[in-house]
Nanobody, 118 residues
């Protein structure tokens, strides 16, 4: 079994910064990628950023140059700068992993709320 735990959510003023973490644990042989998504109530889930095993990254156009995704071991961080009110959402991470036993699976964390408000 694999677990993902997000942390770092909270309230921040417009223009501020916030750093989210996604820590993976369990019977993991390899992490192919970890992706951050966000979702507001009543809206579709939006891909924010992803980092692959080779270190390559991709970002949504709306966050390029303001957000940075990084990985150290089994933990992925999302550094969010110059936050705008429209970034208010529940942020969750999903890991594409190869588990012990060679099974490839996707696991989601429970999500962490980020609220941008003055």
């Amino acid at each position: 079994q694999v677990q993902l735990v997000e942390s770092g959510g909270g309230s921040v003023q417009p223009g501020g910064s916030r750093r989210l973490s996604c820590a993976a644990s369990g019977r993991i042989l390899m992490i192919n990628s970890i992706t951050w998504y966000r979702q507001e109530p009543g809206s579709d889930r939006q891909l924010v950023a992803t980092i692959s095993d080779d270190g390559s990254t991709k970002y949504a156009d709306s966050v390029k140059d303001r957000f940075a995704i990084s990985r150290e071991g089994k933990t992925v961080c999302l550094q969010m700068n110059s936050l705008k009110p429209e970034a208010t959402a529940n942020y969750s991470c999903v890991a594409d992993v190869v588990e012990v036993g060679r099974r490839r699976s996707a696991y989601w964390g429970q999500g962490t709320q980020v609220t941008i408000s003055s």
